[in-house]
T-cell receptor, first 113, second 115 residues
Framework: KAGVTQTPRYLIKTRGQQVTLSCSPISGHRSVSWYQQTPGQGLQFLFEYFSETQRNKGNFPGRFSGRQFSNSRSEMNVSTLELGDSALYLC????????????FGQGTRLTVV | AQSVTQPDIHITVSEGASLELRCNYS??????LFWYVQSPGQGLQLLLKYFSGDTLVQGIKGFEAEFKRSQSSFNLRKPSVHWSDAAEYFCAFAPSGAGSYQLTFGKGTKLSVIP
């Protein structure tokens, strides 16, 4: 059974640009969550999608957005990139929204220069 | 406020020694609890989870954790550490109520293993 797949694995962008990251969940999983990991702030919740709807959002500016498609694949977008957006972005998939565990992908390493 | 505390930022143990990583949480009810491990540059791998029932849970790679409600703790243990266990370990919880799936993570404990 394939795990969570995130693409691309590495990205280098210039300040002010925008970026789109992709996540394909485990087959059959309907919930996809995104997390940002930085050395200073640790792992922080960005948002959660279930059945193509954003169900929960963390404390991040509106430059961070996402969506989920009918096949449960998800994308997140960051516009007007700032140096502080450099981080490892992790996607997690879950079978449902409660009483279950989350499985993480390898992450996308975003570097903003 | 809901939070997870991992008091130890870095722990060094000798190979073959026992290990205990501490985790305390702050939440109004009994949460769902997890331990994840992360190797450098990699994603998070689930070691074990606690939802309800037996407070001693077994996980992969020989790890176990014990939930203690009175102490709001969920400490991770391993009787004999292997060099390949060197990594960063994260404790996390999710609210136990339905309709909300958001993990709150501790800051992590980095484990170094001396051969």
């Amino acid at each position: 059974k394939a795990g969570v797949t995130q693409t691309p694995r590495y990205l280098i962008k210039t300040r002010g640009q925008q970026v789109t990251l992709s996540c394909s969940p485990i087959s059959g999983h309907r919930s996809v969550s995104w997390y940002q990991q930085t050395p200073g702030q640790g792992l922080q919740f960005l948002f959660e999608y279930f059945s193509e709807t954003q169900r929960n959002k963390g404390n991040f500016p509106g430059r961070f957005s996402g969506r989920q498609f009918s096949n449960s694949r998800s994308e997140m977008n960051v516009s007007t990139l700032e140096l502080g957006d450099s981080a490892l972005y992790l996607c997690a998939s879950s079978l449902r929204r409660a009483n279950t565990e989350a499985f993480f992908g390898q992450g996308t390493r975003l570097t903003v220069v | 406020a809901q939070s997870v505390t991992q008091p130890d930022i870095h722990i060094t143990v000798s190979e073959g020694a026992s290990l205990e990583l501490r985790c305390n949480y702050s939440y109004g009810a009994t949460p769902y609890l997890f331990w994840y491990v992360q190797s450098p540059g990699q994603g998070l791998q689930l070691l074990l989870k606690y939802f309800s029932g037996d407070t001693l849970v077994q996980g992969i790679k020989g790890f176990e954790a014990e939930f203690k409600r009175s102490q709001s703790s969920f400490n991770l243990r391993k009787p004999s550490v292997h060099w390949s266990d060197a990594a960063e370990y994260f404790c996390a919880f999710a609210p136990s109520g339905a309709g909300s799936y958001q993990l709150t993570f501790g800051k992590g404990t980095k484990l170094s293993v001396i051969p």
